[in-house]
């Protein structure tokens, strides 16, 4: 009755009558869940529902019960243009999303002037879920191939980087989970953390094309507390990126295929500070990809990345499976990176059970002159080429101890150190 109703009631009458109907929810301090079909959405995936979600958010933000659930119930299709929902909240919410949510096709090819940094933006809540069987489609058409703009087509992802909008993001958020749903064909980042703690990922499968530039999986800057397990991500970017300021971060079962792996960085860019510590990806699954794990840093940065530990890796068909790069620079064509000496210190970097094949280079750990990697350390490593011609295994200023099975020959090409003697002891203006 409420939906019927709903399409030829001016919203704001409908969220107002509702707000006297959950009246009696809060004072039986029962949870309460408010549909935003009673608040006035088209649900026919054409129309705008972007006030009704925003009035059934507001609603649910008010109500005085432990939990309210904020639903976009199965068998819709909600397009939503970009909107902020934020709290903080008087209750635990959940977003539940079991049908279609969708941003407005081809969000990424708006006027550079209307094009919001995300399209979801969560921020200042503590307490909240979002979950369901439904799905978050961005609807863009994000595929190389398929893109309508010759001049993304002809310059890559590096030329449009940063200038697309994030499909979810969270600003300032604790104690969030997401999980079960299904995110799909974002502009950009599918899922970001930003400045936020205690959040878990939970069987959530992100999906879009390989070639789509710039689409990370799941991106974390300035989070600390993070879990992110049994999860399915395919993207054409990073399957979890990793930025300055996170520490502690778990994943764990994950499968990424297929993109370019799990990576720490690119960190000190623009001779910035970088921090990032305490990172173990273990049960991983990469295929199709890039990379596997690796850890990038641009020249002339500060700050260090330490103890990360990257165990039961699995690769198949990934192009250099174990990776450093220090001298990350991911400008194309004439635009070289300049030389710098200043490097983020890279420090306790743990492999254990890599295996699988690659297409490219086992392993290649490129550490910079200045600061050295040191405390890496190698344990079971059996890798084996894909198929075709493959570069040997590197190692530059990367010392440490490499254990168990090493194959192919040379890729545990560590230095062993007397860790007293490393530039790493060098005084540093900058503490982490
Ligand atoms: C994972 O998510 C899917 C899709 O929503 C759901 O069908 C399944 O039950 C979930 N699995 C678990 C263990 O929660
Ligand atoms: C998050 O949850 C923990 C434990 O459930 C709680 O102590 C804390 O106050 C919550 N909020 C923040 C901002 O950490
Ligand atoms: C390394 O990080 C892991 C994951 O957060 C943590 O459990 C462990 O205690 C850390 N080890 C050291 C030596 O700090
Ligand atoms: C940086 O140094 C490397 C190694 O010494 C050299 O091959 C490269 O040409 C230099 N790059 C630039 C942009 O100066």
Redesign the pocket.
């Known amino acids: 009755m409420w939906s019927s109703v709903a399409v030829v009631v001016p919203a704001a009458f409908l969220a107002g009558a509702l707000m006297c109907l959950a009246a009696p929810a809060a004072a039986a301090a029962r949870p309460t869940t408010l549909s935003v079909l009673s608040f006035g959405a088209a649900a026919d995936g054409v129309t705008d529902d972007a006030e009704a979600l925003v009035a059934a958010w507001r609603a649910a933000c008010r109500v005085v019960v432990p939990r309210a659930t904020v639903l976009l119930p199965p068998g819709h299709r909600f397009l939503v243009s970009p909107v902020t929902l934020q709290g903080p909240c008087s209750t635990r919410l959940t977003l539940q999303v079991d049908g279609a949510l969708l941003a407005p096709p081809g969000m990424d090819s708006w006027p550079r002037s209307r094009r919001p940094l995300q399209w979801l933006n969560f921020k200042w809540l503590d307490g909240f879920t979002v979950q369901?069987?439904g799905t978050v489609d961005g609807q863009s058409i994000t595929s190389l191939q398929d893109s309508s703009s010759p001049a993304d087509a002809s310059t890559g992802h590096w030329h449009s980087s940063g200038a697309k909008p994030t499909l979810v993001r969270f600003y300032s958020s604790f104690n969030v989970t997401v999980?079960?749903?299904?995110i799909s064909n974002s502009p950009q980042c599918h899922l970001k953390f930003d400045s936020s703690g205690g959040i878990k990922v939970k069987?959530v499968t992100i999906s879009s094309p390989g070639d789509s530039p710039n689409t990370d999986g799941i991106h974390l800057q300035n989070t600390r507390n993070v879990e992110i397990r049994?999860s399915n991500i395919g993207c054409g970017d990073d399957c979890v990126s990793i930025q300055t300021g996170c520490s502690n971060v778990h994943m764990k079962n994950l499968v990424c295929n297929p993109g370019h792996g799990i990576s720490v960085g690119g960190l000190g860019k623009d001779n910035s500070l970088a921090c990032v510590s305490d990172v173990v990806a273990e049960n991983i699954n990469v295929q199709n990809a890039l990379y596997g794990v690796r850890i990038k840093t641009w020249q002339g940065g500060v700050g260090s990345v330490r103890n990360v530990t990257f165990a039961n890796v699995r690769v198949a068909n990934v192009g250099t499976p174990i990776a450093i790069d220090q001298f990350y620079c991911d400008r194309q064509g004439g635009a070289r990176c300049a030389n710098r000496s200043g490097a983020v210190a890279i420090t306790g970097v743990a492999y254990r059970r890599v295996v699988g094949t690659y297409s490219f280079q086992p392993a290649r750990l490129a550490c910079s002159d200045a600061r050295p990697c040191t405390g890496v350390s190698m344990v079971d490593v059996r890798l084996s080429p894909a198929a075709g011609t493959v570069a040997p295994p590197l190692c530059w200023n990367s010392y440490g101890e490499a254990a168990g099975t090493m194959e192919p020959l040379g890729v545990g090409c560590l230095q062993r150190s007397n860790g007293d003697a490393m530039p790493l002891n060098q005084p540093s203006n900058y503490t982490c």
């Open positions: 369901g069987a999980r079960n749903i299904r069987n049994s």
